[in-house]
């Protein structure tokens, strides 16, 4: 996005005060609690402060009163390491049952009793844990290599001004049937591109309904459903994607799982974008619309403000953009379709799997973006050579530092509640509890699905909410042969339909601005009642459909199946 279009969008009128939503009703009331809670939640940065030390004392408590658990466990049996040793000495090991004297062949697991008994992380072991390990774990921490890679050529593209342009345009051609159901799928789209939604296409899509005599703030809401409510699913592999993908395998090593493919979810997420943009659009069109009524423009200057754009500039951009993306499609076509061709896997010849193809998908989505931002700044005259392409990545970079720093604390989190044995413990004792309990797999997660929906009003933010519950419920639910990678697309069900919701949304502010550019009284109590049908709808539909997925046995993605 580039700093003009920001600047634009977001600057409120001279009337665009917020007030105080509903004073003086029980709505009201109730929307200001959860206010108030809501900030007295820290910073996610200083919460995982706060989490690492409430481990530490629950693991010194849990410590002294001699807390441990016997559970049978599947240890991988190093066959790769032993034929590497077994080459090296020219192929003379050979592995045999000492009680029959035969040769066997090494199974892949051993079958094994095991006790884990709590570590205190508050001892001296735990202390020399803490502070030897400290840089090693940020350094093991695979996700803030993903996150600047994957953002780096995001960046260029939108400080080029390349993702306002693509938005603009789709908004342009729609037509007036579908206008709806286009804004609401470019935002779903959107979350490949962090803010671009909401400072872009929300303004955009109030504007584009008044444009055809629908009511602005139905267009306002539409957009911000589809960038907000349904963020946790795209056409695309977003940073999103890559972030959750790499804190779940942290969290898979302490169960000696095999780790996800950052597609774990991709069949999913394609359907679910599609199904879930229609069920907004209803929403919008039966729900949210009858209810506003007929809109009375009582400031068509403040209504109709736009940004000045340079469209021959912008076209030309444009241009530039679609042949460099053709180009970067031939080069990555080449390099996948043909046979023995460099992506394929060197043995199997196979594209979609453990492949080079697969692993390259971050670099090859973020390599499309760089290219595609450097020849559309070329074309519009936004970007002036290297130092500028340079600077756009600096200034990403820049922007990235809160979110490096939390995770910093993550990595700690993560790496020293495994050493504790917490996560195993609590594991082993919830998967005997439910196990008890009969309770089927797709109830079990359906009520993981609500509580991921309810905490979100006080603890938004896709990231840190895995961060917290991947170490805790992944081993518990693994027990109960549901593959991670259920538990993962369970999750992008409860987190998102919230986010619309919640007080604690940074952009809510800014979505409350838009509001009163059309309606001079709005305040936050406006915004809340125009997306509580969408959350509702949104949820239910979403629920529907993940059971549906999960009892058919569809696999989520490419060699990721419903059960471990």
Request: proline fraction near 6%.
């Amino acid at each position: 996005m580039s700093s003009d279009g920001a600047s634009n969008t977001a600057k409120p009128s001279n009337k665009a005060k917020p007030k105080s939503a509903g004073q003086g009703n029980e709505s009201g009331r109730f929307l200001n609690s959860i206010e108030r809670l809501g900030n007295r939640i820290p910073n996610p940065t200083i919460m995982f402060v706060y989490l690492i030390a409430l481990v530490a004392v629950l693991s010194a408590i849990l410590s002294w009163a001699n807390v441990k658990v016997t559970d049978t466990v599947l240890t991988p049996v190093p066959t790769e390491q032993l034929q590497h040793l077994n080459d090296a000495l020219g192929g003379t090991l050979v592995p045999f049952d000492t009680s029959t004297g035969m040769a066997v062949t090494l199974p892949e697991y051993t079958v094994s009793e095991q006790t884990f008994a709590v570590h205190n992380l508050l001892s001296a072991d735990g202390l020399q844990v803490f502070f030897s390990s400290f840089v090693d774990n940020f350094a093991a921490f695979s996700v803030v290599a993903v996150v600047l890679v994957a953002m780096a050529g995001v960046g260029v593209a939108e400080h080029a001004g390349l993702m306002a342009a693509l938005i603009r345009k789709i908004v342009n051609v729609a037509p007036r049937w579908s206008l709806a159901f286009i804004l609401i799928f470019v935002g779903v789209l959107s979350s490949v591109a962090s803010d671009a939604g909401y400072l872009i296409l929300i303004p955009l899509s109030a504007a584009a309904f008044l444009s055809v005599g629908r009511h602005p703030l139905a267009g306002m809401a539409a957009a911000f459903a589809g960038v907000g409510a349904i963020f946790g699913v795209n056409l695309l592999i977003t940073p999103s994607d890559s972030m959750m993908t790499e804190i779940t395998n942290e969290a898979l090593g302490n169960i000696g799982a095999a780790p996800l493919s950052v597609t774990a979810n991709f069949y999913f997420s394609i359907v679910c974008s599609v199904v879930l943009t229609l069920v907004a659009v209803l929403v919008t069109v039966k729900i949210v619309e009858p209810r506003l009524g007929k809109y009375e423009m009582s400031d068509p200057l403040a209504a109709n403000s736009e940004e000045d754009v340079d469209e021959a500039a912008e076209s030309r951009g444009l241009k530039f953009a679609l042949w460099s993306f053709l180009g970067v499609a031939v080069v990555i076509l080449a390099l996948s379709l043909p046979p023995g061709a460099p992506l394929r896997d060197t043995e199997t010849g196979q594209l979609i799997g453990a492949t080079p193809f697969m692993a390259s998908l971050i670099f090859i989505i973020s390599l499309a973006f760089l290219i595609c931002g450097i020849f559309y700044g070329l074309g519009a005259k936004t970007l002036r050579g290297g130092d500028e392409v340079v600077g756009a990545i600096s200034k990403t970079f820049a922007s990235l530092g809160g979110l490096l720093i939390m995770f910093l604390m993550i990595a700690q989190f993560i790496a020293l509640f495994n050493w504790t044995n917490l996560p195993t413990i609590a594991a082993v004792e919830a998967a005997q509890l439910l196990e008890q309990a009969s309770i089927p797999a797709v109830l079990l997660l359906i009520a993981f699905i609500l509580v991921i929906f309810l905490l979100d009003i006080i603890l938004p933010g896709l990231v840190p909410k895995w961060a917290i519950f991947a170490p805790i419920f992944l081993p518990i639910f693994a027990s109960l042969d549901v593959a991670p990678q259920t538990l993962l697309a369970a999750y992008r069900v409860g987190d998102s339909p919230m986010n619309v919701l919640t007080p604690l949304m940074v952009y809510l502010p800014f979505i409350v601005t838009i509001a009163q550019r059309y309606k001079k009284d709005a305040g936050i109590g406006t915004v809340i009642a125009l997306m509580i049908p969408y959350t509702l709808w949104i949820l239910v539909a979403w629920i529907a459909l993940f059971a549906a997925w999960f009892l058919l046995g569809i696999p989520w993605g490419p060699g990721a199946p419903v059960n471990m």
